[in-house]
């Protein structure tokens, strides 16, 4: 049987010492996440991160960076995901979008905040993107590519 890890995006949006994360329904259980998704056939990185802010915020996102990749690999689970994470700005919310059907709500929330939801994280990839986000961590989107449209 041959591997092949799910390609997901997020995005590290941050105004005001406040990073912008989803509340979502996933398998039953309520769960804090960046605004995240799966890659789609014959999207690049950078359209699959905007499309996916748009669908989980109803806010247009405008990368700035790329924050690192992320290989998360489960335990006891056959499934593994690989995370390119992006950090960005978005707009105020556009009328007439709504939220995926999965997501309950946006908010706005303190570092401190989102360590104390640690226990209702998606992934140990939420704080560990907003640690690179702190600490600088910068790569320029000219070092991605997309080959074959």
């Known amino acids: 049987m041959s591997w092949k890890p799910h390609v997901t995006v997020a ?10 994360l989803v509340e979502e329904q996933i398998e039953g ?15 690049s990185l950078t359209d699959a991160i905007v499309r996916e802010v748009l669908e989980e915020t109803t806010r247009p996102f405008q990368a700035k ?3 690192g990749a992320w290989l998360y690999q489960l335990t006891g689970k056959p499934h ?5 994470c992006f950090c960005g700005n978005v707009g105020e ?6 939220l995926d059907r999965d997501i309950i709500t946006t908010h706005w ?5 989102i360590q104390q939801q640690e226990g ?11 640690q690179e986000f702190r600490r600088g ?3 320029p989107l000219d070092s991605l590519h997309s080959l074959g449209k």
């Open 120 to 130: 209702s994280l998606r992934s140990p990839m939420v704080l560990q993107c907003i």
């Open 11 to 20: 995005a590290v949006i941050e105004e005001d010492a406040r990073f912008l």
């Open 137 to 139: 961590v910068r790569l």
């Open 80 to 84: 593994s995901y690989l995370r390119f």
């Open 29 to 43: 259980k309520t769960v804090f996440n960046q605004p995240a998704g799966h890659l789609e056939q014959g999207e």
């Open 93 to 98: 919310p556009v009328p007439g979008h709504s």
């Open 65 to 67: 960076a790329l924050l």
């Open 109 to 113: 929330l303190t570092l401190e905040e």
